[in-house]
């Protein structure tokens, strides 16, 4: 009888999320379920998360980075995000990081400039956190480092070190230029770089696309706005 009604839901929930598909489908756009007990643990886990915290990324996005920092466990090296906000997507990280160190960057005055290229939607002081509210968010987490100041002039610690999983959110052109300057060459091979924004910031998008021109990766487009990069 139970095993009758467990189905029985399975099919009501496989009919209903595929009659939404089709209704959105008319808008490019769908939804994406997670059924089975793990993926559902751990997308209620992400999404209270992003509740507490403010987060900007959708729970699909939070998703994709949780299980890219878990792909990365046995990738040596350190673990790196640019562009914390309010700590949300760090605090995602956190969750899948072990005891692995974490640094995590932002001049905590929001954006810190704007150019041409980039979408008129976003503008300097964006995006203000600050520091004791992060600080307060992650402080159950072990080895996590904190740098205030616009990146890279905040690097200088972490310049001798491997990285195994980065995120960049940082909005902007010049800002996602710098992050690849930097990380790119300090990634271990095997390791992953993700930014939000590739779709839908036109900074952030042709900064990837300049800086990826003469490289062997490959920019991995996913559902939403983020891009990955595996590197060889
Ligand atoms: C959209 S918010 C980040 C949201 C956060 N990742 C989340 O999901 O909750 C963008 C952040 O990037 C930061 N930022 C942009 N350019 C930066 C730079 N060059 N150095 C440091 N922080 C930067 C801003 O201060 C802002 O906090």
């Given at each position: 009888?139970?095993q009758i009604?467990?189905?029985?839901?399975?099919?009501?929930?496989?009919?209903?999320?595929?009659?939404?598909?089709?209704?959105?489908s008319s808008q490019?756009?769908?939804?994406?379920?997670?059924?089975?007990?793990?993926?559902?643990?751990?997308f209620?886990?992400?999404?209270?998360?992003?509740?507490?915290?403010?987060?900007?990324l959708?729970p699909?996005?939070?998703?994709?980075?949780?299980?890219?920092?878990k792909?990365t466990?046995k990738?040596?090296?350190?673990?790196?995000?640019?562009?914390?906000?309010?700590?949300?997507?760090?605090?995602?990280?956190c969750?899948?990081?072990?005891?692995?160190t974490?640094?995590?960057?932002?001049?905590?005055e929001?954006?810190p400039?704007?150019?041409?290229?980039?979408?008129?939607?976003?503008?300097?002081?964006?995006?203000?956190?600050?520091?004791?509210?992060?600080?307060?968010?992650?402080?159950?987490?072990e080895?996590?480092?904190?740098?205030?100041g616009?990146?890279?002039?905040?690097?200088?610690?972490i310049?001798?070190?491997?990285?195994?999983?980065?995120?960049?959110?940082v909005?902007?052109?010049?800002s996602?230029?710098?992050?690849?300057n930097?990380?790119?060459?300090?990634?271990?091979?095997?390791?992953?770089?993700?930014?939000?924004?590739?779709?839908?910031?036109?900074?952030?998008?042709r900064?990837?696309?300049?800086?990826f021109t003469?490289?062997?990766?490959?920019?991995?487009?996913?559902?939403n706005s983020?891009?990955m990069?595996?590197?060889?």
């Amino acid at each position: 009888m139970t095993q009758i009604l467990i189905n029985a839901k399975a099919k009501l929930r496989m009919s209903l999320s595929k009659t939404v598909n089709y209704i959105l489908s008319s808008q490019r756009a769908t939804i994406i379920s997670y059924n089975d007990k793990y993926r559902r643990d751990i997308f209620d886990r992400l999404n209270r998360i992003g509740k507490e915290t403010d987060l900007l990324l959708c729970p699909s996005e939070a998703y994709t980075i949780f299980m890219a920092v878990k792909a990365t466990e046995k990738i040596k090296g350190d673990l790196a995000e640019v562009g914390i906000y309010k700590g949300g997507s760090s605090r995602i990280i956190c969750e899948a990081k072990g005891l692995r160190t974490l640094h995590l960057f932002d001049t905590f005055e929001g954006i810190p400039e704007v150019s041409s290229i980039d979408s008129r939607q976003f503008f300097a002081g964006q995006y203000a956190g600050t520091f004791d509210e992060v600080k307060e968010n992650l402080k159950n987490y072990e080895n996590v480092y904190l740098y205030k100041g616009v990146f890279p002039t905040t690097s200088d610690p972490i310049k001798n070190k491997r990285f195994s999983f980065v995120h960049f959110d940082v909005d902007t052109y010049l800002s996602t230029k710098e992050c690849l300057n930097f990380f790119y060459e300090r990634m271990s091979k095997g390791g992953i770089m993700i930014s939000h924004d590739y779709n839908g910031a036109e900074g952030v998008r042709r900064a990837f696309q300049e800086f990826f021109t003469d490289k062997p990766e490959h920019i991995i487009e996913i559902a939403n706005s983020q891009c990955m990069i595996l590197k060889f």
